[in-house]
């Protein structure tokens, strides 16, 4: 009998904290030929370290953003005069997005972003603009 127990301390998606995550495994020597049982036991292995590595590892879109409004410079010819957006522009809202409610708390730009042609400019892009 082989029993495989793994506990891992993963963060929680909204605090710093970490909660407890148990994979608990058990495998019997007379459910299968040897040979069998050799090939389960290593692809539970693979399976142990596959789920380690993606509880350990942050996912790229996690990283820090910088909400820095000159980032949104490809969209000024478009929020302005209303020119085609490029897709630059996109990108740069795509990036800037965590920071929109920032951004619309402020005097200065409130009125560019919901206004008609920033509100264009986000449906060119797929980019919501939140309520906030």
Do not use: E, W
């Amino acid at each position: 009998m082989v029993h495989l127990q793994l506990y891992i301390n993963t963060p929680h998606k909204y605090s710093h904290k970490s909660q407890p995550f148990l994979i608990s495994l058990s495998l019997s020597n007379t459910q299968l030929p040897n040979y069998l049982t050799k090939m389960k036991l290593k692809a539970i292995t693979l399976l142990c370290i596959y789920t380690l590595l993606c509880f350990t590892t942050q996912p790229p879109f996690a990283a820090a953003v910088t909400c820095d409004v000159t980032q949104l410079s490809p969209c000024m010819g478009p929020i302005l005069y209303g020119s085609a957006t490029p897709s630059a522009c996109c990108s740069s809202l795509k990036m800037q997005q965590p920071c929109f409610c920032q951004y619309a708390r402020n005097p200065t730009y409130s009125g560019y972003i919901y206004g008609s042609n920033g509100r264009r400019v986000a449906s060119d892009c797929h980019v919501s603009l939140p309520r906030c």
